[in-house]
């Protein structure tokens, strides 16, 4: 007597399936990968329009500083460039390397400052936060732009 799995087809069967859901999972994956990196193209695109139109305009850049996740502290980057909100949250660097402008509380940060590493730009900021907080990064740009305020912080 032979088992179901003897004859082949159930174990081919089983490891079929396998295959074909790793490969699409891994063709999914890709598939955002590719969209992530379109998204990120189109949004550094925006950022240079913003920068150049900064610039044009005589915005004043300003020392970027970033806050510590308690929110009590601030720390020295060594870049200069533009808050894209009052906030202070996000900024774009002279370079047009956008930043989320938070790290966590240390005390050598405090002395020597820290080293932020630029963020692939989003085309809708604020995806995920609370309402009102979403914004597209076009009309975050325009707004920025519609203000000579610099935002020092």
Known sequence: MTSPDSSGTG??????????????????????????????????????????AARQQGLPTVELKARAHNGRSLYRTGLRGWYLRRSGNLAVDEAGNFYVMSTPTSLTARLRGVTLVPSDPPLIVGVGGRDGESMPLTELTAQRLSTDETWER
């Open 11 to 52: 174990a081919s069967d089983s490891d079929d399936w396998s295959d074909r859901r790793r490969d699409a999972a891994s063709e999914h994956a890709a598939h955002m990968a590719r969209a992530k990196e379109a998204e990120t193209e189109q949004a550094q695109v925006v950022l240079e329009g913003f920068v150049a």
